[in-house]
Antibody, heavy 126, light 107 residues
Framework: EVQLLESGGGLVQPGGSLRLSCVASGFTFSSHAMGWVRQAPGKGLEWVSSVSGSGGTIKYADSVKGRFTISRDNSKNTMYLQMNNLGAEDTAVYYC???????????????????WGQGTLVTVSS | DIQMTQSPSSLSASVGDRVTITCQASQDITNYLNWFQQKPGKAPKVLIYDASNLETGVPSRFSGSGSGTDFTFTISSLQPEDFATYYCQQYDKLRATFGGGTKVEIK
């Protein structure tokens, strides 16, 4: 059974830093891309960042580029999100998600967020 | 960046009703479109991937269609457990964009 467990959330002051972790189990971690998605209180879902299975390819949303750093340690089955220079707009529940890859009838290799963690709350406030 | 416009933002419906939600991409995304359901306090759950493929274990009353820029999500007969918020999402080469969400409420 796939399990994703986020941790590291909490209360941080504006301008501060926080590192989130996502520990994975139940699948071959290094074979799957992973991502972070956040949800501000009462708002919709916002993709934050993704990393390939090897860690060699990384993408960020414009809203976090230059402030957040995604990484993974495949030996520990863990993905991280280092968040610096946090602002009130970063207050949200942060979810980690596992990407599933499969061959669809058209023949393409299709990828999508299949499994999600329960989320960890980050609150940026003085 | 690709923008996803989802409508309506909310709707009221009764058990047994047919519900339709639309999602429009700002550019051609072929079939790279997924639909998620989210209940309060819970993580999103994928229902449809590749625009029209039902995720394993998801009831057949859920369906999706479309390609290019225009997509539709349908619940053929709304059940009590279907009252939730639904999101479309495009995902390609590690980048993703979500629609604004549709909250399905009880009439």
């Amino acid at each position: 059974e796939v399990q994703l467990l986020e941790s590291g959330g909490g209360l941080v002051q504006p301008g501060g830093s926080l590192r989130l972790s996502c520990v994975a189990s139940g699948f071959t971690f290094s074979s799957h891309a992973m991502g972070w998605v956040r949800q501000a209180p009462g708002k919709g879902l916002e993709w934050v960042s993704s990393v390939s299975g090897s860690g060699g390819t990384i993408k960020y949303a414009d809203s976090v580029k230059g402030r957040f750093t995604i990484s993974r340690d495949n030996s520990k089955n863990t993905m991280y999100l280092q968040m610096n220079n946090l602002g009130a707009e970063d207050t949200a529940v942060y979810y980690c998600a596992k990407v599933n890859s499969l061959r669809v009838p058209s023949g393409w290799l299709y990828e999508y967020f299949q499994h999600w963690g329960q989320g960890t709350l980050v609150t940026v406030s003085s | 960046d690709i923008q996803m416009t989802q409508s309506p933002s909310s709707l009221s419906a009764s058990v047994g009703d047919r519900v339709t939600i639309t999602c429009q991409a700002s550019q051609d995304i072929t079939n790279y479109l997924n639909w998620f359901q989210q209940k309060p306090g819970k993580a999103p759950k994928v229902l449809i991937y590749d625009a029209s493929n039902l995720e394993t274990g998801v009831p057949s009353r859920f369906s999706g269609s479309g390609s290019g820029t225009d997509f539709t999500f349908t619940i053929s007969s709304l059940q009590p457990e279907d009252f939730a918020t639904y999101y479309c999402q495009q995902y390609d080469k590690l980048r993703a964009t979500f629609g604004g969400g549709t909250k399905v409420e009880i009439k």
